[in-house]
């Protein structure tokens, strides 16, 4: 079964808004990571962040951390209708192996 | 650097046959890890090899198999294929933590 769940599910938004999705997951964590995938295509990773870091930031890109609530955010800032995809949060499961558990998934749709 | 290629990238089957994937790593990653991804299951994790040895395998049947060589590429194997099979197969290679993955084999079973 998959490690966490992703809220929302489907979220449509305006070009130049910001988005906001949220991923919850089940056990403790060594880092969790944030992909991008278009129309059943590969993953594109985006970003990492540490169990021992709270927020972190790629060019229009926010991520936090809140492992004593085992839940994570994205945030795109100033969305353009290229953002238009799925967004997956996959975490590890502290045994060091490169397993990943994804997530469910946000469909964004940035409408131009 | 080159990222991570799968072959082929379409692929249809009918029920009862195998089939093989392949994935090429990125140059100088020496783990390559496989997913399956349905749109009932999500993306679930099927194995991971790291210089040619399976270090970690998720919960799918023996019919799915897999191996890695010498130079990083790995493939993976499904015997006796059924409906259920269909989906798409992405092959990912890491570097530390993070894994990086390939453009994905779609499956199709009839």
């Known amino acids: 079964s998959q490690q966490g769940e992703e809220d929302p599910q489907a979220l449509s938004i305006q070009e130049g808004e910001n988005a906001t999705m949220n991923c919850s997951y089940k056990?403790?964590?060594?880092?969790l990571q944030w992909y991008r995938q278009n129309s059943g295509r590969g993953l594109v990773h985006l970003i990492l962040i540490r169990s021992n870091e709270r927020e972190k930031h790629s060019g229009r890109l926010r991520v936090t951390l809140d492992t004593s609530k085992k839940s994570s955010s994205l945030l795109i800032t100033a969305s353009r209708a290229a953002d238009t995809a799925s967004y997956f949060c996959?975490?590890?499961?502290?045994?060091?192996?490169?397993?990943?558990?994804f997530g469910t998934g946000t469909r964004l749709t940035v409408i131009p | 650097k080159a990222g991570v290629t799968q072959t082929p990238r379409y692929l249809i089957k009918t029920r009862g046959q195998q089939v093989t994937l392949s994935c090429s790593p990125i140059s100088g990653h020496r783990s390559v890890s496989w997913y399956q991804q349905t749109p009932g299951q999500g993306l679930q994790f099927l194995f991971e090899?790291?210089?040619?040895?399976?270090?970690n395998k998720g919960n799918f049947p023996g019919r799915f198999s897999g191996r890695q060589f010498s130079n990083s590429r790995s493939e993976m194997n499904v015997s006796t294929l059924e409906l259920g099979d269909s989906a798409l197969y992405l092959c990912?290679?890491?570097?530390?933590?993070?894994?990086?993955f390939g453009p994905g084999t779609r499956l199709t079973v009839l």
């Open positions: 056990t403790s964590i060594n880092n």
């Open positions: 996959a975490t590890d499961d502290q045994t060091g192996a490169n397993n990943l558990f």
């Open positions: 090899y790291f210089s040619e040895t399976q270090r």
């Open positions: 990912a290679s890491g570097m530390e933590d993070t894994q990086y």
